[in-house]
Structure formats: structure tokens, C-alpha cells
T-cell receptor
Framework: GAVVSQHPSRVICKSGTSVKIECRSL??????MFWYRQFPKKSLMLMATSNEGSKATYEQGVEKDKFLINHASLTLSTLTVTSAHPEDSSFYIC????????????FGPGTRLLVL | SQQGEEDPQALSIQEGENATMNCSYK?????LQWYRQNSGRGLVHLIL?????REKHSGRLRVTLDTSKKSSSLLITASRAADTASYFC???????????FGKGTKLTVNP
């Protein structure tokens, strides 16, 4: 089956630093990748949609300069949280969609970010 | 934006019992999907039901969809302790690739 990985699985950083999270589709080419954020005991909120080779489309209320998304290849998308603050602490999950099946998203295992 | 709503928010049952979770949504959809999430982990796709389908089965899972009521239910039969997880419904937005998730139902199956 389709596998999506995320790295790192957990990261602790100091306030003001930047953190990069990678999302990789391991056995398929992902034309579209999505980034979600999940607060404790809450649902997933879509942050942005990224298509390979083009700029990401951000959801309303998500700061594109703070959450930089790059989808440079068909198997890799990165989310960089710039100048992280404690309120950015959250669980970040990516998903990927293949060009052949746009109804199904395959989710990564998530990255737990803690900003001190 | 559309937001799915699951109920109950939390459900605790004994192993062997059936678990039923419901999901309601607000706008028209092309399909509705159910996902499972173990604590602190990513989501696993369980089942997709299209708007022209009323019921779908997969193993111990049974999903129904009532588009007139804009609601869906997920039934897990003969539950096991390993079914303990949060379950989310997600809908597309009238054909968009974007998924909108409900708040989830936290299911605890006690051995």
C-alpha cells in the first residue's frame, strides 16, 4: 500500500528558531500534498495544499510567511515553521495524494513539535 | 467552512460489543471517508463511501450514508481492545480535493 513518512517524528526547539519537517511518499508519486495541524483532542485543520513545482495554497488564517511549504519533487514536501513560538507547538500531519487516485489521501505518522 | 461533527465525542464499551459513531456535515459532498487515529499517530484510511451509496462494508466495519440527513454512521462489530482509537469522518467539499474533518470520536474498548 501507499506509505507516507514524516521526519522528524518529534522535535523540541527553542523559541525563535526554525524547524523543518519533511513529508515523503515512499512508493508513489504525490502530485498533491497537504499539511494539517492538530491540537490536543481536536480535529485536524488543513493548513495548506501543495502541488509539485508550484506555490502552496494556504487556508484562511494560516500565515504563509510563518509556515513555509516547499514541494520540490513528486515525493517530497517540506514544512518549515519559521521563528517558532510556544503557540506553534502542535502535532503536524502531512498527507499525500497520487495522480491516479485523487479521492484518497495517505497520511504520514505526524510530527510532534514542542517549542520551549 | 463546512465542519463535520461526530458524536458521541467519547465512547467506552466492553470487548465484543458493537460501537456506533455518527457524523453529520453541512454541505453537499461527493464522498465521505472514515479514518482512524491511534493516540499521537497519523491517520489510517478505513473506508470511503460515495454520495450515491447508502451502505458499505469492510470486514467488521459497516458505514452508512444518508445524504438527505447529511449524516453517516460507522459501526464496528465485535469490538476488540485493539480498536481503541479516535475515529474521524472527513468530507470533500463538493468535489474539491480538500478534506474537512470532524472533531472525532474517541473509542475505548475495555478488555
Amino acid at each position: 500500500g501507499a506509505v507516507v513518512s514524516q521526519h522528524p517524528s518529534r522535535v523540541i526547539c527553542k523559541s525563535g528558531t526554525s524547524v523543518k519537517i519533511e513529508c515523503r511518499s515512499l512508493d508513489f508519486q504525490a502530485t498533491t500534498m497537504f499539511w494539517y495541524r492538530q491540537f490536543p483532542k481536536k480535529s485536524l485543520m488543513l493548513m495548506a495544499t501543495s502541488n509539485e513545482g508550484s506555490k502552496a495554497t494556504y487556508e484562511q488564517g494560516v500565515e504563509k510567511d510563518k509556515f513555509l511549504i516547499n514541494h520540490a519533487s513528486l515525493t517530497l514536501s517540506t514544512l518549515t515553521v519559521t521563528s517558532a513560538h510556544p503557540e506553534d507547538s502542535s502535532f503536524y500531519i502531512c498527507s499525500a495524494e497520487s495522480g491516479t487516485d485523487q479521492e484518497t489521501q495517505y497520511f504520514g505518522p505526524g510530527t510532534r513539535l514542542l517549542v520551549l | 467552512s463546512q465542519q463535520g461533527e461526530e458524536d458521541p465525542q467519547a465512547l467506552s464499551i466492553q470487548e465484543g460489543e458493537n460501537a456506533t459513531m455518527n457524523c453529520s456535515y453541512k454541505t453537499s459532498i461527493n464522498n465521505l471517508q472514515w479514518y482512524r487515529q491511534n493516540s499521537g499517530r497519523g491517520l489510517v484510511h478505513l473506508i470511503l463511501i460515495r454520495s450515491n451509496e447508502r451502505e458499505k462494508h469492510s470486514g467488521r466495519l459497516r458505514v452508512t450514508l444518508d445524504t438527505s440527513k447529511k449524516s453517516s454512521s460507522l459501526l464496528i462489530t465485535a469490538s476488540r481492545a485493539a480498536d481503541t482509537a479516535s475515529y474521524f469522518c472527513a468530507t470533500d467539499q463538493g468535489g474539491s480535493e480538500k478534506l474537512v474533518f470532524g472533531k472525532g470520536t474517541k473509542l475505548t474498548v475495555n478488555p
